[in-house]
């Protein structure tokens, strides 16, 4: 991640310096059009950070509701029912469970999204990836399957129940199902069985969805230090050139990202 963070820092830095030297050059046009891109690919790692934090505090926050699920588990086994004060706090970890597998989404199609706008924006992104380290990576389908894999679990794991996950949709509407549960031993088992069985696959997916972020926001911010590095190689070209009395020649100035 400190990488990242540095790499980040130095394509601001490099938006603000194009920035400040478009004033009264005649490739201003061009200049606003290099810095609003730079700045675009620094705002998307910048978030793509606070995403990834966000996720793996989600991850931590469902391996405890799972621990929970466990104990309550192991509870039945020695009493007939929960209590109804355990009951409620059951009811108040599936629906923070709910909420994550939520966010997950939420942060997938974000995240894909980007990936969508960077690869148009930035013309030689693809290319790029076809020779990084890992292969060709496609995130946006990544992202897909994750967000796939999820709703398949959950419905699966929610046919135990007789129920879809659309039935479900609603904080109020997954509050009344459980408290319906809650009436019976057989129904809170199988209720606690199904909620745990969820819990375990999400702190799976959001560790993986994690990952996939990270890796796309540093391959997306070592992609643009490239082409930082050959946009200043072509000025420095211009530069001798202007210097020794020729005149610049039309693609010495390609953006970034053409």
Known sequence: MKKIVINLLFIISCSQQIQSMSTGNI?????????QLAQFAADGVAYGLDYAEQVAQYAKLVETYNNQFQSYKLMLQNITQLSPRQWSEFRQSVLGLKHALEYGEGVSYTMANYNQQ?????????H?????????????????QLNKSTQDTINGALKALKIQASDMMSDE?????????????VGQKSAIQVAS?????????????????????NLQSEFMLTQNE???????????????????IIGDETPIGY
């Open 27 to 35: 490739y201003t046009g061009f200049a606003s059009e290099v810095t």
């Open 118 to 126: 960077f690869s148009k924006l930035f013309k030689g992104y693809n």
């Open 128 to 144: 790029y990836l076809n020779k990084a380290q890992n292969g060709t990576i496609d995130f946006t389908a990544t992202y897909k």
């Open 173 to 185: 509407a997954t509050m009344q199902y459980l408290q319906q549960k809650s009436l019976s031993a």
């Open 197 to 217: 069985q969820i819990a375990l696959h999400q702190t799976h997916q959001l560790k993986e969805l994690r990952n996939t972020i990270m890796t796309q926001i």
């Open 230 to 248: 050959k946009k200043a190689f072509q000025e420095a070209i211009s530069k001798a050139k202007s210097t020794k009395g020729i005149k610049p």
